[in-house]
């Protein structure tokens, strides 16, 4: 019988996924996940609550819709760089595999430069969201109607940052192992 532990470390130890990173960036990616789930069930037990009271009071929860539509956002980011440090980001893994199983070093080469890219990507979106958190913070934007319901928008593009910052520098350590890998003798 094969022991699950087992497997996890073989898959970690071919494609490099859940390896150490430092510490502190390792507590901080956990707590961004953590405060992402937590976020998730809050959020769940808003829409219930705006559902129950449409049908059973007829008296919705204001602000459910503009909640909702910034949060989506805010714990896809929050949660992006955990998820790919597990990794589990979307992927085809049918070349990848193939290497994997038969050129380790040339897999694990490509998946750097896989990296590498992913890295460069997040890079330029944290750097794109920049100008727009400024700009929330200087203007006061916001969403929902003035007597109705508001809420500030620099917490959601202040998530944007961080979290596309912190995938950056979680792509660049993964891609760091890979190159180190595909470099070592095995």
């Not at 998820?83 to 038969?102: C, D, I, S």
């Not at 950056?168 to 095995?186: E, M, P, S, V």
């Amino acid at each position: 019988m094969t022991d699950l532990p087992e497997i996890v470390e073989s898959r970690s130890a071919i494609d490099g996924y859940g390896r150490p990173q430092p510490a502190g960036f390792h507590r901080l990616t956990d707590a961004m996940n953590a405060i992402g789930t937590v976020w998730i069930l809050v959020l769940m037990v808003l829409i219930n609550t705006d559902v129950i009271g449409r049908d059973v009071f007829g008296a919705p929860v204001r602000g459910v819709t503009e909640i909702v539509s910034m949060s989506i956002v805010g714990i896809v980011f929050i949660q992006l760089a955990g998820t790919l440090h597990a990794g589990k980001f979307t992927r085809a893994e049918v070349l990848l595999g193939y290497l994997q199983r038969r050129h380790r070093r040339l897999a694990r080469a490509l998946q750097g430069f896989y990296h590498l890219v992913g890295a460069a990507l997040l890079a330029v979106i944290c750097r794109a969201s920049c100008g727009p958190l400024a700009e929330a913070i200087r203007i006061g934007e916001y969403v929902g109607a003035v007597g109705d319901f508001v809420a500030p928008m620099w917490p959601v593009r202040l998530i944007i940052v961080l979290g596309s910052a912190c995938a950056t520098l979680t792509f660049l350590f993964l891609a760091l192992d890979d190159f180190k890998a595909a470099g070592a003798r095995q």
